[in-house]
């Protein structure tokens, strides 16, 4: 089974996208709540936890416990679907689809590099982008020769 769970104290926005994502993927959202992050783990074969770090919202993957994947979205947006659902994850991104082939329902396609896409319930489309590069760590610096 699969699940969705956001941070311990979502926005309302996250809650909306974790919800969305898990009806896309078949499974199931639950909040976090108080959960530790080995309860939650336990919930299912597969679990998805969506929080926001800084500017960036994050999407973990697990399967079976471990870490699968992490992707850092520099933001998505949900609008009106007006073509039939389609259930699962759809992405021109080859790095994500690798990451997540074993263990979601996930399509490679023409889609942009940098996003991907999913049907929500209640006729919504969900675009969300891909953030080229992780933010760094609070409390970290560039080093004057690397380059931004």
């Not at 959960?35 to 336990?42: A, F, M, P």
């Not at 073509?83 to 992405?91: A, F, H, S």
């Not at 319930?121 to 982008?129: E, H, I, M, N």
Request: glycine fraction near 10%; charged fraction near 25%.
């Amino acid at each position: 089974m699969k699940f969705v769970t956001t941070s311990r104290k979502p926005a309302p926005e996250l809650r909306t996208l974790g919800k969305d994502l898990a009806f896309a993927l078949g499974g199931k959202y639950s909040p976090r709540g108080k959960s530790g992050v080995d309860e939650v783990l336990s919930w299912g074969d597969t679990v998805l936890v969506v929080s926001r770090r800084g500017r960036k919202t994050v999407i973990e993957t697990y399967s079976s416990g471990e870490p699968v994947s992490v992707i850092y979205l520099s933001g998505f947006s949900a609008s009106r679907r007006d073509v039939p659902l389609e259930r699962g994850l759809r992405t021109g991104n080859e790095r994500v689809y690798n990451e997540l082939a074993e263990c979601l329902d996930i399509t490679l396609t023409d889609a942009g590099a940098n996003e991907f896409l999913f049907h929500g319930s209640q006729a919504k489309g969900y675009v969300l982008k891909i953030a080229e590069k992780p933010p760094r760590a609070q409390g970290s610096f560039s080093h004057p020769d690397e380059s931004s």
